[in-house]
């Protein structure tokens, strides 16, 4: 079994930035892949960003083109997304997400408990 912890989260003033981090642990594979998804309240959770073990190219909402980043380290399985140039609208409970297999949007096996960004205007 793999457990996925974030971190990082906070209240930020519009335009600032924050980074995310997610750990695995428990029964660790190197070939993870890796999603972050983001929900706020009343809404669907929505896919944000993504990134393979094996390639380079990593995939992201058109939303937050630009302005986020993510980043995964294969021999740490860790996962970062750094946001910068934050909005209101990028307020929600944030969720990092793993698996073997599938990437992108998913459907992905594990995932994380989420941590909070609140972006004030």
């Known amino acids: 079994q793999v457990q996925l912890v974030e971190s990082g989260g906070g209240l930020v003033q519009a335009g600032g930035s924050l980074r995310l981090s997610c750990a695995a642990s428990?029964?660790?594979?190197?070939?993870?892949?890796w999603g972050w998804f983001r929900q706020d309240s009343g809404k669907e959770r929505q896919f944000v960003a993504s990134?393979?073990?094996?390639?380079?190219?990593?995939y992201y909402v058109d939303s937050v083109k630009g302005r986020f980043t993510i980043t995964r380290d294969n021999a740490e399985n860790t996962v970062s997304l750094q946001m910068n140039n934050l909005k209101p609208e990028d307020t929600a409970v944030y969720y990092c997400?793993?698996?073997?297999?599938?990437w992108g949007r998913g459907p992905y096996e594990y995932w994380g408990q989420g941590t909070q960004v609140t972006v004030s205007a």
């Open positions: 428990g029964r660790t594979f190197r070939n993870l892949n």
């Open positions: 997400a793993a698996d073997r297999m599938r």
């Open positions: 990134a393979r073990w094996n390639v380079p190219n990593t």
